[in-house]
């Protein structure tokens, strides 16, 4: 189990995804994701340690019985299924290599077999993964054959050869439990560096840290593993790359460059629904006409007029002229002038950030352009306030761009935070409201062993926050829903809801500092609410207490339906508003009106 290792690299450069010739084109450009990512699996099966059987020893999974390949195939199957959620235009394939021969028609070589050939991510791929890690033996694959990693490699690069839209990354991982591959056989080991990119990752130093240059002068290398979340998190960690929204030019008072745009943080919504016709099953496609309600013909848009009401005058505005009035500038970012970091105020933030980095492809010298720009800023401690339009005819926004300086990670060289500007919204003058509370009579404030009591529970439910660790319950129940319907299961996994709060688990990490809090402020918790009755508080002639009266909350909502409720006494009355926590101030018509809205409002 400790030889099992895990290789994977990128052949494209991070910011190099963004090719366009026309700036025009750059510039109406929507904020959208424009890269899509192809991503393939290669399981080496030619050696049989990889289908020796063993038990798992993560304490947070079930004990169970598995091999290299099952935990293999799991990771591609659960990273399928992450792509089906997160990035549903990003190819995946699978490859097996040691196999007895070639049964798919995506490969040329007898021992390479193509299990998925470079496709979208989807339900069938899911279930053919599945069904091969539990039938595999029914297969007729075979394995234990040797096969070539070049020929591996080579069928891998034909598959992202052919694919036509543009590729942001294309990325390799290799599941193999052979330390020194093709030891006595040097031509196979030649053409194997031969096919291998000059760019990549791998775990061990026998073979692979002499053939891959960036391995060459490292001294620790990552520790194998054969758990399935430790392996799963590290092959969706690589899919973490930045993703460019869009290219957009800067103006620095006539100075152009172009940026691109990032958004590190997105709201996650369920996806909209798709009208499919009843008897094909296919997707049903609306379209919209403007008839004319005198001819019922229908109108074609230049014949279509808009109408703005001013005061008693109707304005009517082509479609052309319409647009015109939401027209104020060209796509962009226009930079007004630059203020104190002290200056910027959290509470001022008004939507999620953007983060802007240099896109030399669209206009050259915006790297030295935009690093002049961003060393300036650090040195000065500055922000420069600019107006932010994503495209033509966009709302407006005022933004400041703060700048970020690039950290590094003193030991392994990661790194942690890119240089750029992360463009922060901030509201108009108008938008800023004055919430001074204009009271004549003191406020009351609270003593000082309130606020003690107070800072003893908030610094008791202080947790630190991490948002991997809150997932949409929504979101979950409905994707499980929709994979459960899509693989065909018999039952529901019903996901668990984080969010949830668990009482049990507040009241043990409060500790005394809940009593203390309670104590100070004099309040009733739930056991003491529920074993006290409710009491009147009238009087009696005799000098003892009232007994409380008894209430027909049907009896009086039928009463108010009927407005009847004048028939009942005000005592009754009385303890009817308290039970709904209305006031019971005033006389018996107050009462009465009380009640009767309280019942037409529910």
Same mark, same amino acid.
């Given at each position: 189990?400790?030889?099992?290792?895990?290789?994977?690299?990128?052949?494209?450069?991070?910011?190099?995804?963004?090719?366009?010739?026309?700036?025009?084109?750059?510039?109406?450009?929507?904020?959208?994701?424009?890269?899509?990512?192809?991503?393939?699996?290669?399981?080496?099966?030619?050696?049989?340690?990889?289908?020796?059987?063993?038990?798992?020893?993560?304490?947070?999974?079930?004990?169970?019985?598995?091999?290299?390949?099952?935990?293999?195939?799991?990771?591609?199957?659960?990273?399928?299924?992450?792509?089906?959620?997160?990035?549903?235009?990003?190819?995946?394939?699978?490859?097996?290599?040691?196999?007895?021969?070639?049964?798919?028609?995506?490969?040329?070589?007898?021992?390479? $077999?193509?299990?998925?050939?470079?496709?979208?991510?989807?339900?069938?791929?899911?279930?053919?993964?599945?069904?091969?890690?539990?039938?595999?033996? !029914?297969?007729?694959?075979?394995?234990?054959?040797?096969?070539?990693?070049?020929?591996?490699?080579?069928?891998?690069?034909?598959?992202?050869?052919?694919?036509?839209?543009?590729?942001?990354?294309?990325?390799?991982?290799?599941?193999?439990?052979?330390?020194?591959?093709?030891?006595?056989?040097?031509?196979?080991?030649?053409?194997?560096?031969?096919?291998?990119?000059?760019?990549?990752?791998?775990?061990?130093?026998?073979?692979?840290?002499?053939?891959?240059?960036?391995?060459?002068?490292?001294?620790?290398?990552?520790?194998?593993?054969?758990?399935?979340?430790?392996?799963?998190?590290?092959?969706?960690?690589?899919?973490?790359?930045?993703?460019?929204?869009?290219?957009?030019?800067?103006?620095?008072?006539?100075?152009?460059?172009?940026?691109?745009?990032?958004?590190?943080?997105?709201?996650?919504?369920?996806?909209?629904?798709?009208?499919?016709?009843?008897?094909?099953?296919?997707?049903?496609?609306?379209?919209?006409?403007?008839?004319?309600?005198?001819?019922?013909?229908?109108?074609?848009?230049?014949?279509?007029?808009?109408?703005?009401?001013?005061?008693?005058?109707?304005?009517?505005?082509?479609?052309?002229?319409?647009?015109?009035?939401?027209?104020?500038?060209?796509?962009?970012?226009?930079?007004?002038?630059?203020?104190?970091?002290?200056?910027?105020?959290?509470?001022?933030?008004?939507?999620?950030?953007?983060?802007?980095?240099?896109?030399?492809?669209?206009? $050259?010298?915006?790297?030295?352009?935009?690093?002049?720009?961003?060393?300036?800023?650090?040195?000065?401690?500055?922000?420069?306030?600019?107006?932010?339009?994503?495209?033509?005819?966009?709302?407006?926004?005022?933004?400041?761009?703060?700048?970020?300086?690039?950290?590094?990670?003193?030991?392994?060289?990661?790194?942690?935070?890119?240089?750029?500007?992360?463009?922060?919204?901030?509201?108009?003058?108008?938008?800023?409201? !004055?919430?001074?509370?204009?009271?004549?009579?003191?406020?009351?404030?609270?003593?000082?062993?309130?606020?003690?009591?107070?800072?003893?529970?908030?610094?008791?439910?202080?947790?630190?926050? !991490?948002?991997?660790?809150?997932?949409?319950?929504?979101?979950?129940?409905?994707?499980?829903?929709?994979?459960?319907?899509?693989?065909?299961?018999?039952?529901?996994?019903?996901?668990?809801?984080?969010? $949830?709060?668990?009482?049990?688990?507040?009241?043990?990490?409060?500790?005394? #500092?809940?009593?203390?809090?309670?104590?100070?402020?004099?309040?009733?918790?739930?056991? #003491?609410? #529920?074993?006290?009755?409710?009491? #009147?508080?009238?009087?009696?002639?005799?000098?003892?207490?009232?007994?409380?009266?008894?209430?027909?909350?049907?009896?009086?909502?039928?009463?108010?339906?009927?407005?009847?409720?004048?028939?009942?006494?005000?005592?009754?009355?009385?303890?009817?508003?308290?039970?709904?926590?209305?006031?019971?101030?005033?006389?018996?018509?107050?009462?009465?009106?009380?009640?009767?809205?309280?019942?037409?409002?529910?």
């Amino acid at each position: 189990m400790g030889d099992f290792i895990r290789f994977g690299y990128d052949v494209t450069d991070d910011f190099g995804d963004f090719h366009d010739d026309d700036l025009d084109a750059v510039r109406s450009s929507k904020w959208e994701t424009l890269s899509r990512n192809a991503t393939a699996f290669i399981i080496d099966i030619s050696s049989p340690g990889i289908f020796e059987s063993f038990q798992t020893t993560d304490p947070d999974e079930k004990v169970e019985t598995t091999s290299l390949f099952k935990v293999a195939l799991t990771c591609v199957s659960n990273f399928i299924r992450s792509k089906i959620i997160c990035a549903d235009r990003d190819f995946i394939a699978c490859v097996l290599m040691g196999v007895a021969g070639d049964q798919s028609s995506e490969s040329d070589f007898k021992h390479v $077999n193509v299990v998925l050939p470079l496709e979208l991510p989807g339900a069938k791929s899911v279930i053919a993964i599945e069904k091969l890690k539990e039938n595999f033996a !029914d297969s007729k694959l075979g394995s234990g054959f040797d096969a070539s990693f070049a020929d591996a490699f080579w069928v891998v690069q034909n598959m992202f050869s052919r694919v036509t839209c543009s590729l942001s990354t294309k990325q390799v991982f290799l599941f193999t439990a052979q330390e020194n591959p093709h030891a006595t056989k040097s031509h196979l080991r030649k053409a194997m560096q031969q096919k291998l990119p000059p760019d990549g990752f791998f775990d061990l130093a026998l073979f692979w840290q002499s053939t891959l240059p960036q391995l060459k002068d490292k001294t620790t290398l990552p520790d194998p593993t054969v758990k399935i979340k430790e392996l799963l998190y590290r092959v969706t960690t690589k899919e973490y790359t930045s993703r460019a929204l869009s290219s957009i030019k800067v103006d620095l008072f006539g100075k152009e460059f172009a940026v691109k745009v990032f958004s590190f943080v997105n709201i996650a919504r369920k996806p909209t629904g798709v009208k499919l016709d009843k008897n094909t099953n296919k997707e049903v496609f609306s379209r919209t006409e403007v008839v004319s309600n005198e001819t019922g013909e229908v109108l074609m848009p230049d014949e279509i007029r808009f109408c703005q009401t001013f005061g008693s005058d109707k304005i009517c505005l082509t479609k052309t002229e319409k647009d015109s009035l939401k027209y104020i500038s060209d796509s962009g970012i226009s930079i007004l002038g630059f203020k104190s970091m002290d200056s910027l105020k959290f509470e001022n933030y008004l939507r999620l950030s953007h983060f802007i980095y240099p896109d030399e492809s669209s206009i $050259n010298g915006s790297l030295v352009l935009f690093q002049a720009l961003l060393s300036s800023c650090v040195k000065q401690n500055v922000y420069a306030v600019c107006q932010v339009i994503a495209k033509s005819g966009a709302y407006p926004r005022l933004a400041a761009l703060c700048p970020q300086q690039e950290v590094i990670q003193e030991d392994s060289g990661i790194q942690l935070k890119p240089p750029g500007f992360n463009v922060i919204y901030i509201p108009y003058a108008e938008d800023v409201r !004055d919430l001074t509370l204009k009271i004549k009579q003191p406020r009351a404030t609270a003593r000082a062993e309130e606020i003690e009591a107070a800072k003893g529970v908030v610094n008791k439910l202080k947790i630190n926050f !991490d948002p991997e660790n809150f997932r949409n319950p929504f979101l979950s129940r409905f994707y499980a829903y929709v994979e459960a319907l899509a693989l065909e299961k018999d039952s529901v996994d019903e996901p668990e809801d984080t969010i $949830n709060p668990s009482a049990e688990a507040i009241d043990s990490r409060l500790g005394a #500092a809940g009593k203390a809090f309670v104590d100070c402020f004099s309040f009733k918790t739930a056991a #003491a609410c #529920a074993g006290t009755k409710r009491k #009147a508080t009238a009087e009696a002639s005799g000098g003892g207490k009232k007994p409380s009266v008894e209430v027909d909350t049907n009896e009086l909502r039928k009463a108010s339906k009927e407005n009847k409720l004048g028939k009942f006494t005000v005592a009754v009355l009385k303890e009817a508003c308290d039970l709904y926590m209305l006031s019971t101030d005033g006389r018996k018509q107050n009462l009465i009106d009380r009640l009767n809205n309280f019942f037409q409002s529910s």
